[in-house]
């Protein structure tokens, strides 16, 4: 494949400046994309520092192409514009051209990224971070531990505070209704990879891999998923919050729980496998107004379960238990972090 050069790219568009006092025109003419983005976006940006002016109008009536990335350094160069307190406005866009910027999101360019970039530190302070992380893990346990014995003892002297109906109802609900579905989902996403794989393995013969390909994908592809509903199910099941959605309703809330699976995969070991989940969890409350105050907590959870079995259904039994112990442990945190918050 022939790379295109600068004079190549350069010649897919034109743009022309007019002044008019303080108001800048920029006249975009040809193809407008990825492959030129860097070369348009700096001559843009080189012309208002040096018109250095008040408004600018930037003219999309002669473009016969531009793609979302070329709308993205648009909307981008709008906001920096606007960070210097000047006034940029787009005009004569076509349908298409509108509908290319409607699907970008100008708040995602404010927003703060959630992970943010790690530096290294030196043994000291990596010394300090990992006995504050111990000492937080043992005052979570303990609590998690004292409010579960004040919740028997409550039941115990209150029997009538225990809700067997709605117990029952969520047996029933996530365990016997859950079944069918979560069977038939699974059966079809198996048998979609099992052919798929089975196409390429049989070039090779490799044939006999594919039952362990589709179990260990199952889980690992679908990890994620499985995480999250079992988070969902578990926090609706403490009685801990008023109510818990899920990412599917549309209801309005104060508090908004995302997160991402790090590691989900088995490690072999001179003592055995062990089966490794890792995700960080990001609590936001949608009241406050600053980008930066929304985040009421990030933490990074981790967790190590050795197989006692060792095949895939011993991998299964290793991951289930795993992700029940963070399960409880992220629960007993945000509620924690909102009680914290809503005070």
Do not use: W
Request: a positive charge; proline letters at 2%; one cysteine or more.
């Amino acid at each position: 494949m022939i790379a295109d050069n600068e004079q190549d790219l350069s010649e897919r568009y034109e743009i022309s400046y007019e002044k008019k006092n303080t108001n800048l025109l920029i006249n975009l003419t040809g193809e407008f994309g990825l492959k030129n983005l860097k070369l348009f976006t700096n001559e843009i940006k080189k012309s208002i520092r040096n018109q250095n002016p008040d408004t600018i109008t930037i003219d999309f009536s002669g473009i016969s192409y531009i793609d979302s990335a070329a709308a993205l350094a648009i909307i981008q160069i709008q906001k920096d514009a606007a960070g210097k307190k000047i006034n940029c406005f787009l005009i004569n866009l076509n349908d298409e051209t509108k509908g290319i910027f409607s699907v970008i999101h100008g708040q995602a360019l404010d927003q703060v990224p959630f992970k943010t970039k790690k530096f290294k530190d030196n043994f000291l302070i990596q010394i300090g971070q990992a006995s504050l992380d111990i000492a937080s893990d043992i005052v979570n346990f303990v609590t998690f531990v004292g409010e579960l014995l004040s919740a028997i003892v409550y039941t115990i002297f209150h029997p009538k505070s225990l809700r067997v109906k709605d117990i029952l109802f969520y047996m029933q609900r996530a365990g016997v209704d859950g079944l069918p579905i979560v069977g038939l989902i699974s059966l079809l996403i198996g048998l979609i990879i099992a052919f798929m794989s089975f196409l390429q393995f049989r070039q090779i013969g490799a044939n006999i891999y594919v039952p362990s390909l589709v179990s260990f994908a199952m889980v690992k592809e679908l990890g994620p998923i499985v995480t999250a509903d079992t988070l969902l199910r578990d926090m609706q099941a403490r009685g801990l919050f008023r109510a818990v959605f899920s990412r599917y309703t549309v209801e309005e809330t104060r508090f908004l729980l995302q997160g991402g699976i790090n590691d989900f995969f088995l490690r072999i070991r001179e003592n055995g496998k062990v089966a490794v989940i890792s995700m960080e969890i990001t609590l936001k409350d949608s009241l406050r107004q600053e980008a930066t105050k929304r985040i009421v907590f990030q933490k990074k959870y981790s967790r190590e379960e050795l197989l006692n079995d060792q095949s895939p259904h011993g991998y299964y039994q290793a991951m289930s238990k795993a992700l029940k112990n963070l399960s409880q442990q992220i629960t007993t945190d945000v509620y924690e972090a909102i009680k914290t918050s809503a005070n």
